[in-house]
C-alpha cells in the first residue's frame, strides 16, 4: 500500500506500508515504576499495533528508500513494502540508494532474499549505514555482552555485508554528501547508531525519526514511556525528549518507521500532542 507523494525540499516522498506488527503490551516499560508501567499498560490494552513503514524518495540524485522493511523474513502480515514500492512506479534496479536508520531485522531484512536471506534484493543501491551502527553492529564484544534474543541484528549485518559487498557506506551524523538537503540526526538509545533523516524544506522540514517513537500518542503525551526494545532505554528517553522538543518548535513534521502516518507536535502538559499533518 502507498501513500501519497508530499514534497519537502528537492524531495517527493512516499510512504510505503510493509504491514503491521502486534506485539504484547509487555513490551511497555516505564521508569517512574510498577504502577506507571501498569498505567501505560491498562491505556494501551492487551496487544500494540504497530505500522511497519519505510519511504521512498525521488530526488536530485535519483530513488532512495529509508529503510526497506522485513522482506520476507517476518511472515505474511509484513513484507509489503516491496509490492508498494512496485505500485509506485520504482523496480528494485532503479534504486540508487538506501538510508538505513539501524541496523533492526524489521528495516534491514528487506534488503536480503534467498534461501537464509544470502542475496542482495537490490542489484545496484549502495546501502548508507549510521557508522555507529555498522560499528556496533560488527563488533563480537558487543554481541557477547548482549543477550541472545539480541542477537539477530549482528547477524543481519554479517549478511548485509556479504550479499552487498563493496556497496556498505558507513556514514556519520550531519549532512550526507549524496543527499544534498538531508541531515543525518543522531537518536541513539534505540540502538547506539539509531539515526533519524531531517528532509530540509520550506515551509516545513520532514523529519523521519525511525523508532524513535513506537506508540504516536502515547510517548509523545509521555516521553518517558519506552519499549523493550531499545537497548539503551534511558538514552532512548534523552533521545525522545530532545528531538520531540525540537521538533515542536521547529514545527518539523515528523513520521516514523512504526507510527502511522504524518504529524507535528504541539506542547500540551508534561508531553505532546500529535496533530495530523
Ligand atoms: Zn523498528
Not at 251 to 267: D, I, K
Request: hydrophobic letters at 45%; glycine letters at 12%; one cysteine or more.
Amino acid at each position: 500500500m502507498t501513500g501519497s507523494v508530499r514534497q519537502f525540499g528537492a524531495y517527493s516522498v512516499v510512504h510505503l506500508l510493509d504491514g503491521v506488527f502486534e506485539p504484547s503490551s509487555d513490551v511497555l516499560l516505564h521508569p517512574g515504576g510498577p504502577a506507571a508501567r501498569q498505567a501505560l499498560i491498562d491505556q494501551a490494552g492487551p496487544t500494540l499495533r504497530m505500522d511497519v513503514n519505510c519511504f521512498l524518495l525521488r530526488g536530485p540524485d535519483g530513488i532512495a528508500l529509508v529503510d526497506a522493511g522485513t522482506g520476507d523474513a517476518w511472515g505474511p502480515q509484513l513484507g509489503h513494502a516491496r509490492a508498494a514500492l512496485q505500485q509506485a512506479g520504482v523496480a528494485p534496479e532503479q534504486v540508487a540508494r538506501v538510508l538505513l536508520t539501524h541496523l533492526h531485522g524489521d528495516h534491514a531484512l528487506g534488503l536480503l532474499q534467498g534461501a537464509d536471506g544470502a542475496s542482495a534484493w537490490l542489484p545496484r543501491a549502495e546501502i548508507l549505514v549510521p557508522e555507529a551502527d555498522l560499528h556496533f553492529f560488527t563488533d563480537p564484544a558487543a554481541r557477547a555482552a548482549l543477550p541472545v534474543a539480541r542477537h539477530g541484528a549482528f547477524d543481519i549485518t554479517a549478511k548485509l555485508l556479504r550479499a552487498y559487498e563493496g556497496r556498505i557506506r558507513p556514514i556519520p551524523s550531519g549532512p550526507i554528501a549524496a543527499f544534498p538537503g538531508i541531515e543525518a540526526v543522531p537518536l541513539p538509545g534505540h540502538t547506539p547508531g539509531h539515526t533519524g533523516y531531517l528532509l530540509h524544506g520550506t515551509p516545513h522540514s520532514l523529519l523521519l525519526w525511525a523508532d524513535l517513537l513506537h506508540l504516536f500518542t502515547a510517548q509523545a503525551a509521555d516521553p518517558d514511556a519506552g519499549l523493550s526494545y531499545d537497548i539503551d532505554p534511558t538514552l532512548a528517553a534523552q533521545s525522545r525528549h530532545a528531538t520531540l522538543a525540537r521538533a515542536a518548535a521547529e514545527g518539523w513534521v515528523v513520521a516514523g518507521a512504526h507510527v502511522p502516518g504524518f504529524g507535528v507536535l504541539e506542547a500540551a502538559g508534561a508531553g505532546y500532542r500529535v496533530v495530523p499533518a
